[in-house]
T-cell receptor
Framework: AQRVTQPEKLLSVFKGAPVELKCNYS??????LFWYVQYSRQRLQLLLR??SRESIKGFTADLNKGETSFHLKKPFAQEEDSAMYYC???????????FGTGTRLTVIP | EPEVTQTPSHQVTQMGQEVILRCVPI?????FYWYRQILGQKVEFLVS????????KSEIFDDQFSVERPDGSNFTLKIRSTKLEDSAMYFC?????????????FGSGTQLSVL
């Protein structure tokens, strides 16, 4: 079963424009949701998680249980935001992550 | 910041050969994981390991796969008889404690190419 869906493989925005990377999930319990980022030639790293409700590098993501979504947003994109972004889900009590297929964000100068 | 180290960064092998992918988790971490990513596809969970035994594994992790922590620092993934479809980027990850309140640290990956 596809637990995490990222509908956009590629997303391009101009510098300074708002950006939203979509993530929808399928899970009947209480999931834990994450966004991971992979910059060019770097390792996969945690960007943010819904339980901490934090803003990292200007990015925020709100868990919407009604819409089963966890979209990643930033009001003003920067060139250094260009990267691969993965939404991931962990089921209750489990310690493994289910990843989406990723969205490659390109910020055009 | 401490890092998870993976070697080699690239591995090329013939179909049917055995490969061992090596990982050195962060020193005080107790939980270890292997993930893989086939080109163009999503990152997939393979196995998690704690206290010298497998705690969870996915359906991908069949009898051809095994993991080991031979010396208290290395964490290895062995594929006994590689198949073409094993070609992928393999990521090792570790964290201090179980549960997703703890940050998961990923290695930079080993690109395995099976010819």
């Amino acid at each position: 079963a596809q637990r995490v869906t990222q509908p956009e493989k590629l997303l391009s925005v101009f510098k300074g424009a708002p950006v939203e990377l979509k993530c929808n999930y399928s899970y009947s319990g209480s999931p834990e949701l994450f966004w991971y980022v992979q910059y060019s030639r770097q390792r996969l790293q945690l960007l943010l998680r819904h339980i901490s409700r934090e803003s990292i590098k200007g990015f925020t993501a709100d868990l919407n249980k009604g819409e089963t979504s966890f979209h990643l947003k930033k009001p003003f994109a920067q060139e250094e935001d260009s990267a691969m972004y993965y939404c991931a889900l962990s089921e209750t009590g489990a310690n493994n992550l289910f990843f989406g297929t990723g969205t490659r964000l390109t910020v055009i100068p | 910041e401490p890092e998870v180290t993976q070697t080699p960064s690239h591995q090329v092998t013939q179909m049917g050969q055995e490969v061992i992918l090596r990982c050195v988790p962060i020193s005080n971490h107790l939980y270890f994981y292997w993930y893989r990513q086939i080109l163009g596809q999503k990152v997939e969970f393979l196995v998690s390991f704690y206290n010298n035994e497998i705690s969870e594994k996915s359906e991908i992790f069949d009898d051809q796969f095994s993991v080991e922590r031979p010396d208290g620092s290395n964490f290895t993934l062995k594929i006994r008889s590689t198949k073409l479809e094993d070609s992928a980027m393999y990521f090792c990850a570790s964290r201090v404690l179980d549960g997703n309140n703890e940050k998961l640290f990923f290695g930079s990956g080993t690109q395995l190419s099976v010819l």
